[in-house]
């Protein structure tokens, strides 16, 4: 068999099945019954035996009028991962590096290693912030595409905004992934992409409430979206995932929009309540999601599961030593998830 995929390791998620899952960041939140209802009566239309528009016309048009751009600005994925692998596959020179701060979202590794592009990896430093002096010697390495997902997931911060543009103003091709800027209360990137040739947007419908139809967006200038958009696969979004699109995005806008509201405001309050515990540190987050350092971040993973809730263990990775990633779930789930920490807490004698 071919040696790169030999040196391949599949691509894990966290499945143990539980009742609580708080652990892929996702949206709680199912979209109201009676547009549920629109959706399906719209999916028994569907001539599954034709294929979908290769443009996805309609859909770009909803979702350009969701984020203030044109459609022309647009190209879509089938998922934001699509448009990663997109970008790492279409990006000049194999032999230039893709750069990346880590921890981060695990894509950008994957994906080079799949089409055997070099990765330069750079450390976040104690905060999981920038440093500029790691970005200055990354860029030493002549890379030809950046990767910022801002905020940053696991660590649910937001980067310093002047250290991405710096690296866009050293002639890199810079991304930054803006996955959970729906939760986020600083300024996005997207009147910056649409100024640079050298800098664009991914954003994803997956945590905002449509993880289930693969909808990812790359916003970009024109000329630039255009140009990208020749190497997407001709049919990526499929059918149902333009026709569920544009209704949730148009008469569902309403819906999303509160239940990012209400997550927000559950993460703050969650956020806060755990801030007292001494044993646990919280660290800040503009997402959908916060991460902790505890003491034994394996041991309370495990006694989470046996209550029924899973939350994501990242205590593998480097700088990370027991910490947990937790998701924002419904109010009920959030309570559930604190009142069995607490009793953990107190079984295992964590002050
Ligand atoms: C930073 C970041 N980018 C992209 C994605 C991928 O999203 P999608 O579901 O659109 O492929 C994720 C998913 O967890 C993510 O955390």
Redesign the pocket.
Known sequence: MFERLKKLKPYKTETTPCKIKLS??ENPFDLPLWLREKISKAIREVPLQRYPDPHSTELKEVIADFYGVRPENLVL?N????L?HLLITVADDYNRPVIYPVP??P?YQVSADIVGREKIEFPLDENFQLKKERIDRALEKNPVLAFY?SP??PTGNSFDRELILYTADKGVFTVV?E??IHFSDKEDFVNEALKRDNLLV?R????IGL?GI???VLIAREDIASELDKARLPFNITYPTQVIGKIALTEGREAIEKSIKIIKLERDKLIEKLKKIKSIKVYPSDANFFLIRVPDGNLLHKKLIERGILIRNMSHLPNMENCLRVSIGKPEENSAFYRNLLKILEELGWE
């Open positions: 892929s960041n994925g998922g934001s991962d699509e990663i981060t979202f894509m997902a940053n997931n992934d996955a959970y991914i994803t419908m997956s945590k993880a693969r909808l990812g």
